[in-house]
């Protein structure tokens, strides 16, 4: 059974920095795309980043490029997100993923539950 499991969340000012973990039981990323999804309250679930865990090449959306940093561990099977200078429209559940890539949600075949980031101001 596949399971991704997201950690790092909280509470934090606007500024301030958080490192979110995507750590994977049942699968190895080695082929795999992960791409890291965003999702505010009454608001569709939007790209945030990606790394092809075999090349390592990233890509970013434009509003956090510069400010995130997605990285991979090969020995912990584990994806990261590093957001610094977080801004309070930034408040959402993040969501890692695993798949072909890309952009859009239909291109991961595979979520985790989530982990809740509140910016606050």
């Known amino acids: 059974q596949v399971q991704l499991v997201e950690s790092g969340g909280g509470l934090v000012q606007v500024g301030d920095s958080l490192r979110l973990s995507c750590a994977a039981a049942?699968?190895?990323?080695?082929?795999?795309?992960v791409g890291w999804f965003r999702q505010a309250p009454g608001k569709e679930r939007e790209f945030v980043a990606r790394?092809?865990?075999?090349?390592?090449?990233?890509g970013y959306a434009d509003s956090v490029k510069g400010r995130f940093t997605v990285s991979r561990d090969r020995v912990k099977n584990t994806v990261y997100l590093q957001m610094n200078n977080l801004r309070a429209e930034e408040t959402a559940v993040y969501f890692c993923a695993a798949g072909a890539g890309g952009t859009l949600l239909r291109g991961y075949a595979y979520w985790g539950q989530g982990t809740q980031v509140t910016v606050s101001s």
């Open positions: 790394i092809n865990w075999s090349n390592g090449i990233t």
């Open positions: 049942g699968l190895t990323f080695s082929t795999y795309a």
